[in-house]
């Protein structure tokens, strides 16, 4: 399968059978980190940068929080974990380091590509990248009611305009918006 570059154009995003199946592979990959990063990336929308050099002193198990140091807009940025997040984590609970090294220079992040390859061709999933995992948790959050400053807001966007290509994914929160305020017509 070809490397497909990043396109922030993009909006691919799992559908809920795809996310099954890339979670059962990223389960049964060789690097037993693969599917923590992919959780990870869905449930925050978190870019590979971020997550890769998280440290085991950002992550804030009491409070459930990951602090990203410095984020692509050059700004700190906290990550709230999901209890599934939480759980995978104790399970690779360290004191120090990053969370997801490299077997050879432990100070650097683990380069995973070839473990993503292998686990989107397993997981029969085609025209997707690792950004799109950013796409999926924004995606799954406006079709669940969350308003564009939400999306924003977890995303870490400066901007509304970047968010608003989830925009014909809010149809719940603007049906709701329309209701409470239009009803009485």
């Given at each position: ?5 990043e ?22 990959s060789d ?9 990870m ?7 590979k ?17 990951a ?74 959050l ?36 329309i ?7």
């Open positions: 399968m070809p490397y497909l570059a396109n922030n154009n993009r909006t691919r995003f799992l559908s809920p059978h795809e996310r099954t199946c890339l979670f059962k592979v990223c389960k049964a690097w037993d980190k693969l599917y923590l990063i992919v959780l990336a869905i449930t925050t929308g978190a870019r940068g971020e997550l890769s050099n998280l440290k085991w002193m950002d992550i804030d198990f009491e409070r459930q929080t602090y990203v140091q410095t984020t692509k807009n050059g700004l700190p940025k906290a990550l709230p974990l999901t209890d599934s997040v939480i759980q995978e984590l104790q399970l690779f609970r360290r004191d120090k380091g990053l969370i997801f090294p490299s077997p050879i220079k432990p100070n650097k992040p683990l380069d995973f590509a070839k473990h993503w390859r292998q686990a989107l061709e397993k997981a029969e999933i085609e025209d997707f990248v690792f950004h799109s995992l950013r796409h999926t948790c924004a995606s799954y406006a079709m669940n009611g969350a308003s564009l400053l939400e999306i924003a807001d977890v995303l870490g966007h400066k901007q509304i305009s970047v968010t608003h290509r989830y925009a014909h994914l809010c149809t719940l929160h603007k049906q709701k918006l209701n409470r305020v239009m009803s009485d017509m």
